[in-house]
């Protein structure tokens, strides 16, 4: 089965720095690329996702890279928020359910 | 207008006793799930429904048993709770059909189980 690696668990940033999440996954037949965020006590939720015939995809200060080839998918924020505080989680599936990453913990201070 | 609400969104229960947890979505979704968030965050499949049928049955003690008795509803029994079965259960639901490319999952608000 699919598994994915996510890195780094926990992040602190300054706010108006950026921000970058790394995932990696196994079964390179995976062609779907989500990212969630959960803030605290709530439902995980989806930012952006990517899919396999996209090398890149931007929506406004976030945007999501995809490397088929090393099998690697990066979340970047910039220009980051107090509001951006969360735990961020990526996933990988192909027809089947997504699999995610052991999430990371943003913390964007003041 | 809640797209994927879940029931209880709290339980607290002692060890040995069954217990069950509703799961609706008004999306017209194909797919249901269920996940379970440990203390650590970590988001682990439990189960997959595709209009009422199991795909997905992941490693989990057979004391849990979903059941779906329509495309809309996917309920997760759990008999002789333990301890550890301390976790947020999410429901969760998306259009993907058997066969086509997946899409986004919608989440339900998350039912925070407690075992005493």
């Excluded at chain 1, 780094?8 to 999440?21: F, M, N, W, Y």
């Excluded at chain 1, 924020?77 to 990453?101: K, R």
């Excluded at chain 2, 994927?4 to 979505?25: A, R």
Aim: hydrophobic share 30%.
């Amino acid at each position: 089965g699919e598994n994915v690696e996510q890195h780094p668990s926990t992040l602190s940033v300054q706010e108006g720095d950026s921000a970058v999440i790394k995932c990696t996954y196994s079964d390179s037949a995976s062609n779907y690329f989500p990212w969630y965020k959960q803030e605290l006590g709530k439902r995980p939720q989806l930012i952006i996702d990517i899919r396999s015939n996209v090398g890149e995809k931007k929506d406004q200060r976030i945007a999501v890279t995809l490397n088929k080839t090393a099998k690697h998918f990066s979340l970047h924020i910039t220009e980051t928020q107090p509001e951006d505080s969360a735990v961020y989680f990526c996933a990988a599936s192909q027809y089947s359910t997504l699999t995610f990453g052991k999430g990371t913990m943003l913390l964007v201070s003041p | 207008d809640t797209a994927v609400s879940q029931t209880p969104k709290y339980l607290v229960t002692q060890m040995g006793n069954d217990k069950s947890i509703k799961c609706e979505q008004n999306l017209g979704h194909d797919t249901m799930y269920w996940y379970k968030q440990d203390s650590k965050k970590f988001l682990k499949i439990m189960f997959s429904y595709n209009n009422k049928e199991l795909i997905i049955n992941e490693t989990v003690p057979n004391r849990f048993s979903p059941k779906s008795p329509d495309k809309a509803h996917l309920n997760l029994h759990i008999n002789s709770l333990e301890l550890g079965d301390s976790a947020v259960y999410f429901c969760a639901s998306s259009p993907s059909r058997v066969g086509a490319p997946n899409t986004e999952a919608f989440f339900g608000q998350g039912t925070r189980l407690t075992v005493v």
